[in-house]
Protein backbone atom coordinates (compact mmCIF):
# COMPACT_ATOMS: atom_id res chain seq x y z
CA UNK A 1 0.00 0.00 0.00
CA UNK A 2 2.89 2.43 0.65
CA UNK A 3 4.41 2.58 -2.51
CA UNK A 4 1.15 3.58 -4.41
CA UNK A 5 0.96 6.45 -2.79
CA UNK A 6 2.69 9.38 -4.76
CA UNK A 7 5.71 11.64 -3.05
CA UNK A 8 6.50 15.18 -4.38
CA UNK A 9 9.97 16.18 -3.46
CA UNK A 10 11.90 19.12 -3.32
CA UNK A 11 15.57 18.96 -3.88
CA UNK A 12 18.36 21.86 -3.48
CA UNK A 13 21.76 21.84 -4.64
CA UNK A 14 23.91 24.89 -3.61
CA UNK A 15 26.60 25.43 -6.40
CA UNK A 16 29.64 28.40 -6.32
CA UNK A 17 27.43 30.56 -8.57
CA UNK A 18 24.39 29.09 -8.58
CA UNK A 19 21.19 27.52 -6.79
CA UNK A 20 19.79 24.33 -8.56
CA UNK A 21 16.34 23.24 -7.40
CA UNK A 22 13.65 20.85 -8.52
CA UNK A 23 10.32 18.75 -7.52
CA UNK A 24 9.98 15.65 -8.11
CA UNK A 25 7.24 13.31 -8.54
CA UNK A 26 8.38 10.04 -7.05
CA UNK A 27 10.92 9.52 -9.47
CA UNK A 28 9.85 11.59 -12.25
CA UNK A 29 11.39 15.67 -12.27
CA UNK A 30 8.22 17.46 -12.71
CA UNK A 31 9.55 21.31 -12.56
CA UNK A 32 13.44 22.59 -12.35
CA UNK A 33 15.38 25.52 -11.63
CA UNK A 34 18.93 27.04 -11.74
CA UNK A 35 18.91 30.25 -9.39
CA UNK A 36 22.25 31.92 -10.61
CA UNK A 37 24.14 33.99 -8.40
CA UNK A 38 26.46 36.87 -9.77
CA UNK A 39 29.86 37.88 -8.31
CA UNK A 40 28.34 41.04 -7.32
CA UNK A 41 25.40 39.71 -5.28
CA UNK A 42 27.67 37.32 -3.19
CA UNK A 43 30.40 39.77 -2.76
CA UNK A 44 28.50 40.85 0.76
CA UNK A 45 28.95 37.54 2.59
CA UNK A 46 32.62 36.79 4.16
CA UNK A 47 31.66 33.13 4.49
CA UNK A 48 29.37 30.32 2.27
CA UNK A 49 27.42 29.85 5.39
CA UNK A 50 26.50 33.85 5.54
CA UNK A 51 24.31 33.44 2.10
CA UNK A 52 21.76 31.28 3.82
CA UNK A 53 19.15 33.92 4.11
CA UNK A 54 19.88 35.03 1.04
CA UNK A 55 19.45 31.68 -0.93
CA UNK A 56 16.43 30.51 1.44
CA UNK A 57 14.74 33.66 0.27
CA UNK A 58 15.08 32.96 -3.96
CA UNK A 59 13.65 29.57 -3.12
CA UNK A 60 10.94 30.44 -2.08
CA UNK A 61 10.44 33.55 -4.18
CA UNK A 62 11.13 30.45 -6.92
CA UNK A 63 9.03 28.11 -5.72
CA UNK A 64 5.89 31.25 -5.33
CA UNK A 65 6.70 32.73 -8.88
CA UNK A 66 6.22 29.37 -10.35
CA UNK A 67 3.35 28.33 -8.14
CA UNK A 68 4.39 25.37 -6.44
CA UNK A 69 2.57 25.15 -3.33
CA UNK A 70 5.48 23.94 -0.29
CA UNK A 71 2.82 22.80 1.81
CA UNK A 72 2.21 19.89 -1.06
CA UNK A 73 5.85 18.53 -0.20
CA UNK A 74 6.24 15.67 1.51
CA UNK A 75 10.29 16.01 1.79
CA UNK A 76 13.19 18.61 0.90
CA UNK A 77 16.38 17.09 0.46
CA UNK A 78 19.59 18.78 0.25
CA UNK A 79 22.79 18.13 -1.01
CA UNK A 80 25.40 16.90 1.19
CA UNK A 81 28.32 18.83 2.63
CA UNK A 82 32.10 18.27 3.99
CA UNK A 83 30.68 16.65 6.87
CA UNK A 84 32.31 13.91 9.48
CA UNK A 85 32.67 10.14 7.91
CA UNK A 86 30.00 8.77 7.37
CA UNK A 87 28.42 5.68 6.11
CA UNK A 88 26.52 5.50 2.79
CA UNK A 89 22.98 6.37 2.91
CA UNK A 90 20.17 9.25 3.24
CA UNK A 91 20.37 11.08 6.70
CA UNK A 92 17.72 13.25 8.60
CA UNK A 93 19.00 16.53 8.70
CA UNK A 94 19.88 17.38 12.81
CA UNK A 95 21.61 19.89 14.74
CA UNK A 96 24.99 18.55 15.01
CA UNK A 97 25.01 18.32 10.95
CA UNK A 98 24.31 21.83 10.58
CA UNK A 99 26.45 23.46 12.86
CA UNK A 100 28.66 20.97 11.36
CA UNK A 101 28.29 22.63 8.43
CA UNK A 102 28.43 26.24 9.80
CA UNK A 103 31.66 25.64 11.27
CA UNK A 104 33.46 23.87 7.76
CA UNK A 105 34.18 20.94 9.82
CA UNK A 106 35.77 19.27 6.27
CA UNK A 107 36.41 22.70 4.54
CA UNK A 108 34.29 25.36 3.27
CA UNK A 109 32.29 24.42 0.04
CA UNK A 110 29.03 25.31 -1.43
CA UNK A 111 27.63 22.03 -0.47
CA UNK A 112 27.66 22.89 3.06
CA UNK A 113 24.85 25.25 2.81
CA UNK A 114 22.72 21.78 1.62
CA UNK A 115 21.29 20.55 4.55
CA UNK A 116 20.69 23.94 6.44
CA UNK A 117 18.56 25.26 3.28
CA UNK A 118 16.47 22.00 3.07
CA UNK A 119 15.97 21.95 6.99
CA UNK A 120 14.57 25.70 7.55
CA UNK A 121 12.10 25.17 4.14
CA UNK A 122 11.39 21.66 6.04
CA UNK A 123 10.70 23.31 9.54
CA UNK A 124 8.58 26.67 8.04
CA UNK A 125 6.35 23.87 6.08
CA UNK A 126 6.41 21.24 8.86
CA UNK A 127 8.33 18.49 6.30
CA UNK A 128 11.12 16.52 6.90
CA UNK A 129 14.45 17.20 5.80
CA UNK A 130 17.32 14.92 4.44
CA UNK A 131 20.77 15.04 2.71
CA UNK A 132 21.81 11.59 0.69
CA UNK A 133 25.93 10.65 0.36
CA UNK A 134 27.79 13.19 1.55
CA UNK A 135 31.28 13.29 -0.11
CA UNK A 136 32.17 12.36 3.09
CA UNK A 137 31.13 9.05 3.06
CA UNK A 138 33.40 6.45 4.47
CA UNK A 139 33.53 2.82 4.10
CA UNK A 140 37.80 2.56 3.15
CA UNK A 141 39.16 -0.65 4.40
CA UNK A 142 41.37 0.13 7.73
CA UNK A 143 44.95 -0.83 5.10
CA UNK A 144 43.45 2.08 2.66
CA UNK A 145 44.23 4.42 5.72
CA UNK A 146 47.82 4.74 5.60
CA UNK A 147 49.26 7.71 3.63
CA UNK A 148 52.86 6.77 5.00
CA UNK A 149 52.85 9.28 7.57
CA UNK A 150 50.94 9.17 10.41
CA UNK A 151 50.57 12.63 11.34
CA UNK A 152 48.76 12.76 7.43
CA UNK A 153 45.78 9.61 7.41
CA UNK A 154 44.19 9.46 4.42
CA UNK A 155 40.57 10.98 4.62
CA UNK A 156 37.58 9.44 2.47
CA UNK A 157 36.70 12.35 0.27
CA UNK A 158 35.16 11.08 -3.10
CA UNK A 159 32.04 12.16 -5.75
CA UNK A 160 29.55 9.66 -3.15
CA UNK A 161 26.27 10.60 -4.13
CA UNK A 162 26.79 9.88 -8.13
CA UNK A 163 29.39 6.95 -7.69
CA UNK A 164 26.50 4.96 -5.16
CA UNK A 165 24.02 6.23 -8.06
CA UNK A 166 25.86 5.25 -11.15
CA UNK A 167 26.61 1.64 -9.08
CA UNK A 168 23.12 0.93 -8.74
CA UNK A 169 22.13 1.89 -12.61
CA UNK A 170 25.55 -0.42 -12.92
CA UNK A 171 23.76 -3.36 -11.22
CA UNK A 172 20.38 -3.20 -12.94
CA UNK A 173 22.30 -3.10 -16.64
CA UNK A 174 24.47 -6.07 -15.06
CA UNK A 175 21.14 -7.97 -14.24
CA UNK A 176 23.34 -8.74 -10.44
CA UNK A 177 22.87 -7.45 -6.86
CA UNK A 178 25.01 -4.69 -6.16
CA UNK A 179 25.50 -6.36 -2.66
CA UNK A 180 26.83 -9.41 -4.92
CA UNK A 181 29.27 -7.95 -7.33
CA UNK A 182 32.87 -5.56 -7.41
CA UNK A 183 32.52 -2.52 -9.68
CA UNK A 184 35.46 -0.11 -10.33
CA UNK A 185 33.59 3.31 -10.76
CA UNK A 186 35.56 6.31 -11.98
CA UNK A 187 33.78 9.83 -11.80
CA UNK A 188 35.22 12.21 -14.31
CA UNK A 189 34.21 15.81 -14.09
CA UNK A 190 36.07 18.85 -12.73
CA UNK A 191 36.90 16.97 -10.14
CA UNK A 192 37.92 13.07 -10.39
CA UNK A 193 37.40 10.41 -7.68
CA UNK A 194 38.01 6.34 -8.68
CA UNK A 195 36.36 4.43 -6.34
CA UNK A 196 36.91 0.44 -5.93
CA UNK A 197 33.50 -1.20 -4.90
CA UNK A 198 33.46 -4.35 -3.12
CA UNK A 199 30.02 -5.81 -2.53
CA UNK A 200 28.27 -2.47 -2.16
CA UNK A 201 31.02 -0.64 -0.10
CA UNK A 202 33.71 2.25 -1.32
CA UNK A 203 36.81 0.08 0.09
CA UNK A 204 39.61 2.40 -1.49
CA UNK A 205 39.39 5.88 -3.31
CA UNK A 206 41.51 8.84 -4.36
CA UNK A 207 40.28 11.91 -2.55
CA UNK A 208 38.71 13.44 -5.07
CA UNK A 209 40.36 17.52 -3.63
CA UNK A 210 43.99 16.78 -3.15
CA UNK A 211 45.00 13.27 -4.48
CA UNK A 212 44.84 10.52 -7.89
CA UNK A 213 44.78 11.96 -11.55
CA UNK A 214 44.96 15.60 -12.13
CA UNK A 215 41.67 16.60 -13.59
CA UNK A 216 40.78 19.77 -15.68
CA UNK A 217 41.23 21.81 -12.83
CA UNK A 218 42.79 20.35 -9.75
CA UNK A 219 46.38 19.17 -9.66
CA UNK A 220 45.45 15.50 -7.98
CA UNK A 221 48.97 13.95 -6.46
CA UNK A 222 52.06 15.85 -6.78
CA UNK A 223 55.97 15.31 -6.40
CA UNK A 224 56.22 15.93 -2.59
CA UNK A 225 59.92 17.48 -2.06
CA UNK A 226 58.92 19.86 -4.83
CA UNK A 227 55.92 21.03 -3.54
CA UNK A 228 56.57 20.95 -0.19
CA UNK A 229 60.07 23.43 -1.10
CA UNK A 230 57.29 25.60 -3.20
CA UNK A 231 54.73 25.35 -0.27
CA UNK A 232 57.86 26.86 2.18
CA UNK A 233 59.34 29.42 0.22
CA UNK A 234 56.95 32.23 1.18
CA UNK A 235 55.74 32.82 -2.67
CA UNK A 236 52.11 31.57 -1.87
CA UNK A 237 49.67 32.50 1.33
CA UNK A 238 48.14 28.96 2.10
CA UNK A 239 45.25 30.48 0.36
CA UNK A 240 46.49 31.09 -2.66
CA UNK A 241 48.30 27.09 -2.27
CA UNK A 242 44.30 25.71 -1.70
CA UNK A 243 43.67 27.72 -4.62
CA UNK A 244 46.38 26.24 -6.95
CA UNK A 245 46.12 22.89 -6.71
CA UNK A 246 41.69 23.02 -6.66
CA UNK A 247 41.05 25.55 -9.50
CA UNK A 248 44.05 25.98 -10.83
CA UNK A 249 46.00 22.66 -11.58
CA UNK A 250 45.61 20.39 -14.24
CA UNK A 251 44.46 21.46 -17.53
CA UNK A 252 43.39 25.20 -16.08
CA UNK A 253 47.68 24.67 -15.29
CA UNK A 254 48.92 23.50 -18.59
CA UNK A 255 46.23 24.90 -21.20
CA UNK A 256 44.65 27.96 -19.02
CA UNK A 257 41.07 26.25 -19.90
CA UNK A 258 38.84 23.60 -17.80
CA UNK A 259 36.76 22.96 -20.94
CA UNK A 260 37.62 19.53 -22.60
CA UNK A 261 35.87 20.13 -25.60
CA UNK A 262 38.17 23.55 -26.48
CA UNK A 263 41.17 21.20 -25.73
CA UNK A 264 39.91 18.34 -27.83
CA UNK A 265 39.54 21.54 -30.82
CA UNK A 266 42.86 22.44 -30.06
CA UNK A 267 43.88 18.39 -30.54
CA UNK A 268 42.01 18.33 -33.90
CA UNK A 269 43.83 21.65 -35.38
CA UNK A 270 47.07 19.50 -33.86
CA UNK A 271 48.23 21.44 -31.18
CA UNK A 272 51.04 19.04 -29.81
CA UNK A 273 50.77 20.49 -25.79
CA UNK A 274 47.32 20.36 -26.00
CA UNK A 275 47.41 16.60 -27.11
CA UNK A 276 49.93 15.78 -24.41
CA UNK A 277 48.56 17.25 -21.75
CA UNK A 278 45.18 16.13 -22.42
CA UNK A 279 46.92 11.94 -23.26
CA UNK A 280 49.04 12.91 -19.75
CA UNK A 281 45.27 13.39 -17.86
CA UNK A 282 43.83 10.36 -19.30
CA UNK A 283 46.42 8.29 -19.11
CA UNK A 284 46.50 9.04 -15.20
CA UNK A 285 42.87 8.35 -15.08
CA UNK A 286 43.44 4.88 -16.58
CA UNK A 287 46.43 4.04 -13.73
CA UNK A 288 44.55 5.22 -10.64
CA UNK A 289 41.22 2.87 -12.47
CA UNK A 290 44.32 -0.33 -12.79
CA UNK A 291 45.08 0.61 -8.68
CA UNK A 292 41.54 0.13 -7.82
CA UNK A 293 41.78 -3.32 -10.30
CA UNK A 294 44.41 -4.28 -7.45
CA UNK A 295 42.34 -3.57 -4.39
CA UNK A 296 39.60 -5.78 -5.72
CA UNK A 297 42.24 -8.42 -6.28
CA UNK A 298 41.28 -8.41 -10.05
CA UNK A 299 37.84 -9.78 -9.46
CA UNK A 300 36.03 -6.81 -11.11
CA UNK A 301 32.51 -7.47 -13.11
CA UNK A 302 32.85 -4.04 -14.50
CA UNK A 303 34.69 -0.51 -15.01
CA UNK A 304 31.86 2.48 -15.11
CA UNK A 305 32.52 5.52 -16.15
CA UNK A 306 30.55 8.25 -15.26
CA UNK A 307 30.22 12.48 -14.89
CA UNK A 308 30.77 15.14 -17.96
CA UNK A 309 33.78 13.69 -19.38
CA UNK A 310 32.04 10.65 -20.29
CA UNK A 311 30.30 12.56 -22.83
CA UNK A 312 33.87 12.72 -24.97
CA UNK A 313 34.18 9.76 -27.10
CA UNK A 314 37.84 10.58 -27.43
CA UNK A 315 38.20 10.44 -23.48
CA UNK A 316 36.27 6.98 -23.25
CA UNK A 317 37.96 5.43 -26.22
CA UNK A 318 41.15 5.81 -24.77
CA UNK A 319 40.45 4.96 -21.36
CA UNK A 320 39.02 1.52 -23.00
CA UNK A 321 42.49 1.32 -24.56
CA UNK A 322 43.77 1.48 -21.22
CA UNK A 323 42.06 -0.47 -19.10
CA UNK A 324 39.61 -2.82 -21.37
CA UNK A 325 41.19 -5.99 -20.29
CA UNK A 326 40.52 -5.71 -16.87
CA UNK A 327 36.67 -5.70 -16.96
CA UNK A 328 34.23 -4.71 -19.09
CA UNK A 329 33.67 -0.77 -19.61
CA UNK A 330 30.05 0.10 -18.67
CA UNK A 331 29.40 4.07 -19.46
CA UNK A 332 26.95 6.41 -17.59
CA UNK A 333 27.48 9.88 -19.34
CA UNK A 334 27.11 12.93 -17.46
CA UNK A 335 25.42 12.78 -13.82
CA UNK A 336 22.09 13.24 -12.52
CA UNK A 337 22.89 14.49 -9.02
CA UNK A 338 19.52 15.89 -8.30
CA UNK A 339 17.35 12.75 -9.24
CA UNK A 340 20.30 11.05 -7.32
CA UNK A 341 18.75 12.74 -4.17
CA UNK A 342 15.21 12.55 -4.76
CA UNK A 343 16.05 8.95 -5.10
CA UNK A 344 17.44 8.86 -1.94
CA UNK A 345 14.86 10.47 -0.15
CA UNK A 346 12.16 8.21 -1.90
CA UNK A 347 13.25 5.28 -0.70
CA UNK A 348 12.82 6.35 2.67
CA UNK A 349 9.55 7.69 2.46
CA UNK A 350 8.32 4.19 0.79
CA UNK A 351 9.79 2.38 3.77
CA UNK A 352 12.70 0.53 1.61
CA UNK A 353 15.59 2.17 3.68
CA UNK A 354 15.35 3.77 7.15
CA UNK A 355 16.56 7.29 7.72
CA UNK A 356 20.25 7.18 9.26
CA UNK A 357 21.27 9.70 12.14
CA UNK A 358 24.19 11.65 11.17
CA UNK A 359 26.83 10.73 12.49
CA UNK A 360 26.71 7.26 11.98
CA UNK A 361 29.94 6.46 11.71
CA UNK A 362 31.26 3.42 9.67
CA UNK A 363 32.29 -0.04 11.37
CA UNK A 364 36.26 0.27 10.55
CA UNK A 365 36.73 -3.23 12.22
Not at 21 to 26: A, G, L, P, R, Y
Amino acid sequence: MANSKKFRILVINPGSTSTKISVFEDETESFSRSINHSKLELEPYARVWDQYDFRKRLIKECLEDANMKPETLAAVVGRGGLFRPVISGTYRVNELMIEDGRNAYGGEHPSNLGAVLAFGIGWDYHIPSFIVDPPSVDELDPISRLSGLPEFPKKSLFHALNVKATARLAAIDLKKKLESINLIIAHLGGGVSVAAMRKGKVIDANNGLDSGPFTPERAGSLPTFAFAEWCASGKATLAQIKKRVVGGGGLVAYLNTNNCQEVEHKIKDENKEAKTVYEAMIYQIACEIGSRAVALKGKVDAIVLTGGMVNSSYVVERLKEWVGFISKVLTYPGQDEMKALALGALRVLRGEEEAKIYPQIVNQE
